[in-house]
């Protein structure tokens, strides 16, 4: 699809917004300089002209979470209990990925240890398996259409750029698929699911989206097999490159026990690892919450109290066990995030966010009783905090991150001022404006900083100096979220007051619709995760699990806000899916 408008540019070639915003000397120095340390407040002292009636408030429900009840959280399902049968089933599932069988099998079964959240606990074996079924000759491929595109679609997930051209045998001399694939609904679900692994100018990845989407549509009306409409609907409801792995896990595990080549220690490998994961972040988001209630930031009123929420954010982008510093700090992050991001929306006045602004960029805190007891507050939650992720950094890694993290949140405030004053001043940016600032203030470029220096064992200048530069593999997945938000938010964002969002303005910048407007602003995720699906075959002087961290935090916002804002005003789905992470383990049966 060719995209048109303001925008256009940032998507055919991606490149990275004008910034990040440098430092001055002086707060270069002071970051190098200053060591870390702790300032406390009573939270408890409230400034009566804080809470004039002169200021916003967004109104944003309260938790449904008690966090007496999160704080208690536990399971039986530790992990030292099951060492011994977790190993056996393991060994087990290693032998069924290095049996020698049909290359066809050897990719379903892969498919199903990847889609049962089991892809981290045998990463070594599938590579091995991956790189074999690489190097075959491609005529084993025939022409069966679920066949080549689920080999595609594994091969592609791995980072092998394989080309579109393997689906030319399923052309017609007038170019379009062939009309005897609609009754094929196997192959059209696999090639719908390929399909979304496309890059910009493959045309007949493009075809081939389009053709399956109808045809599936059609075909869930006459499918004769319960099982098979369920998936049908399923990926239609959201297409599997673009859903959380452990949300599918949950899904998938269910599906997985009706089908007929079901593998029981398989199955029951991912239910017990499953259940043991989910004791991991069970004690990870109980410790959060006494952080949380600790340092006093659910009892700002004006800011969405989401901590659990937050939690899952974190747990969407880096989901392995063994990634807990990650998650506890990330949660961490994400939090003062939203909680400043509602200080400039909904709260301070234009002089206070400047204020703020300012002492962020040079990270001092000499002249913070100029706030207002709040966002004081506030100020100092993210003081304490960054410099806590900085001792852990040093402690742990032997590296001094402050001068590159208060950098990053200098450049996040400053995005943020530049909202709030196009706010305050009845200015309205154009799409293209909107964007460059967008891609900044939605805080997901601090969020994947934090994801490579919080999980990779050793910290290279190299790897900060790339990052800094904003290449295209965070950059996309930052537009991503940032669509996905504004198409689940804008409503109520723009009700109470807050700044035009992508749809209202690319309306004001071609005088299209308000559901022109969306379909564009739809289109536009669809082309920018091709750009990101090219990224993710390139090289960087990073690896996982930070590669995987850029579309998972993609991933995690279409999973909130894919019927609604299920961030800012919590949704069923939202309260669903939390609960099937933190709370609900699988049934074991003996």
């Not at 915003?21 to 002292?45: E, F, G, N």
């Not at 689906?167 to 390929?194: C, P, W």
């Amino acid at each position: 699809m060719a995209l048109q408008g303001l925008f256009s540019a940032f998507l055919v070639t991606a490149p990275p917004p004008r910034m990040p915003l440098p430092l001055s000397r002086t707060a270069s120095k002071v970051c190098a300089s200053k060591p870390v340390q702790c300032i406390t407040i009573p939270v408890t002292k409230m400034d009566h002209d804080d809470c004039s009636a002169s200021r916003r408030n967004a109104d944003y429900p309260p938790s449904f979470w008690d966090y007496n009840i999160v704080k208690s959280l536990s399971s039986n399902y530790d992990e030292k209990k099951y060492t011994t049968l977790v190993d056996e089933l393991k060994d087990d599932v290693k032998r069924l990925i290095h049996a020698e069988t049909d290359v066809l099998a050897k990719l379903e079964l892969l498919d199903s240890v990847q889609r049962l959240g089991l892809n981290y606990q045998f990463q070594k074996d599938i590579k091995q398996a991956i790189d074999v079924i690489y190097s075959a000759d491609e005529t084993l491929l025939g022409d069966d259409l679920h066949f080549t595109a689920l080999w595609f679609r594994i091969l592609r997930e791995h980072g092998f750029a394989v080309s579109q051209d393997v689906f030319q045998k399923f052309i017609d001399e007038t170019g379009h698929l062939k009309a005897n694939l609609r009754e094929d609904v196997k192959g059209l679900l696999s090639l719908y699911e390929a399909s979304y692994f496309g890059f910009q100018g493959e045309d007949i990845i493009d075809k081939g989206k389009a053709f399956s989407k109808e045809h599936l549509k059609n075909s869930v009306q006459g499918e004769s097999s319960p099982n098979m409409a369920r998936k049908v609907n399923h990926a239609l409801d959201m297409p599997l490159h673009w859903k959380l792995p452990r949300v599918e896990a949950i899904w998938y595990i269910d599906t997985y026990e009706q089908e007929p080549n079901m593998v029981p220690s398989l199955l029951k490998l991912a239910k017990l690892d499953y259940n043991i994961v989910q004791s991991v972040h069970q004690k990870e988001v109980s410790k959060l919450a006494s952080w949380w209630v600790d340092i006093g930031l659910d009892k700002i009123p004006f800011a969405r109290d989401r901590l659990v929420e937050h939690y899952f954010w974190a747990n969407g982008i880096v989901s392995g066990p063994e990634y807990s510093a990650f998650r506890d700090m990330g949660t961490k992050i994400i939090c003062l995030i939203t909680t400043i991001d509602d200080v400039y929306d909904v709260y301070g006045s234009l002089e206070e966010v400047k204020l703020f602004t300012d002492y962020v960029d040079r990270w001092d805190i000499t002249e913070i009783d100029k706030l207002p007891v709040h966002i004081k507050t506030v100020f100092l939650a993210l003081f304490n905090t960054v410099n806590e992720i900085g001792y852990w950094t040093i402690r742990e890694r032997d590296f001094n991150i402050i001068p590159y993290l208060s950098k990053q949140w200098a450049n996040l405030c400053k995005a943020y001022l530049r909202e709030a004053t196009w706010y305050h001043s009845g200015y309205k940016p154009t799409m293209e404006e909107y964007m460059e600032n967008a891609s900044v203030s939605i805080g997901g470029l601090l969020m994947l900083f934090c994801a490579y220096f919080l999980t990779t064992e050793k910290i290279t200048v190299e790897a900060l100096d790339f990052i800094d530069k904003v290449p295209s593999i965070m950059w996309c997945p930052s537009i991503l979220v940032r669509l996905t938000n504004d198409l689940g938010t804008s409503s109520h964002e723009l009700a109470r007051g807050d700044n035009l969002k992508a749809v209202q303005c690319y309306m004001n910048d071609t005088g299209a619709s308000e559901e022109v407007s969306r379909k564009h602003v739809e289109s536009l995720v669809y082309e920018t995760w091709k750009i990101l699906n090219k990224d993710l075959v390139g090289s960087y002087p990073f690896s996982e699990p930070f590669v995987s961290a850029n579309p998972n935090i993609a991933r995690t916002s279409q999973t909130f806000y894919q019927y609604g804002d299920g961030h800012g005003i919590p949704q069923h789905w939202t309260k669903d899916h939390l609960k099937s992470l933190l709370v609900e383990p699988f049934a074991l049966s003996e």
